[in-house]
């Protein structure tokens, strides 16, 4: 479609094409569902279990508590400024996830009740497939994945500090969302919607706390870094390890100290 086209016909374009990828997107969500349903019990039980670590209680709580206590800690217990500030930005990294997470679980809350889309069990036990928006039924709560949007949020989040992770973080928060899919949960496109606004919230807020002077810096070009501490941590880290290995405080896997 050329922008030398009159408006009327570019608008219509678009609007057929919005169309037609709501009809495939619905006949996906339908069939995907009913596949769902006649899955091996096998199956079904592993996804089940993988399910549960999509629980945001579980990402939340650890980061929450151990964030807020590292910043504590550097700014008053300990003396050592250099070690302080090692563990304060520690802190503020796990508070950058916590933040992640909760930001877009705030944001999927919100839009859960604003679209009212029922779930996949309605369409089995009624044939019910459609919204009833701004109702507190948990039945119709949908769109986006709560569940997806946790795993891909604390996917970023991390990533972004530690990049070589994520491929296999990302691959993890997919397969968290299609444990939703298999255990009849939510639609194709629920887990989408939750993996998207994770994805918007999570960069947003990056940009936050970078303005905040927090985590992260942003150089001229645009790229993002870690601040110092976030740099040197890693290097500290691995230079205690080697001196616990060189001591005997660390035994090296498979050796045994003998008596």
Not at 1 to 28: A, N
Not at 78 to 92: F, P
């Amino acid at each position: 479609m050329t922008e030398d086209q009159p408006r009327p016909v570019r608008y219509s374009f678009w609007f057929l094409l919005f169309l037609f990828g709501h009809m495939l997107l619905s006949h996906l969500d339908r069939t995907v569902s009913e596949l769902a349903r006649v899955a091996d019990p096998g199956l079904l039980d592993i996804f089940r279990a993988i399910t549960e670590a999509g629980d945001s209680k579980w990402t939340l709580v650890p980061t929450g508590v151990l964030g807020l206590g590292s910043i504590a800690a550097g700014w008053f217990i300990l003396t050592d400024r250099r070690v302080a500030a090692m563990v304060r930005w520690t802190g503020s990294a796990l508070m950058f996830v916590f933040a992640s997470v909760a930001l877009s679980g705030i944001a999927v809350n919100i839009v859960k009740v604003a679209v009212g889309r029922a779930r996949p069990k309605l369409l089995e036990q009624a044939g019910f497939l459609g919204f009833d928006p701004m109702i507190l039924n948990a039945n119709f709560h949908s769109f986006p994945s709560g569940h997806a949007n946790t795993a891909v949020a604390f996917a970023l989040a991390v990533s972004f500090m530690v990049p070589s992770w994520r491929g296999a973080l990302l691959a993890a928060a997919c397969l968290i969302g299609l444990s939703r899919i298999a255990v009849n949960a939510h639609f194709v496109t629920d887990v989408i919607g939750g993996g998207a606004l994770a994805i918007a919230t999570t960069y947003w807020l990056r940009g936050w706390f970078t303005s905040q002077g927090w985590v992260f810096y942003r150089e001229s070009g645009g790229t993002y870094r870690l601040l110092w501490p976030g740099m040197v941590l890693p290097l500290s880290a691995g230079r205690t390890l080697r001196r616990l290995r060189e001591t005997g405080a660390i035994q090296p896997p498979g050796r045994i100290r003998q008596a």
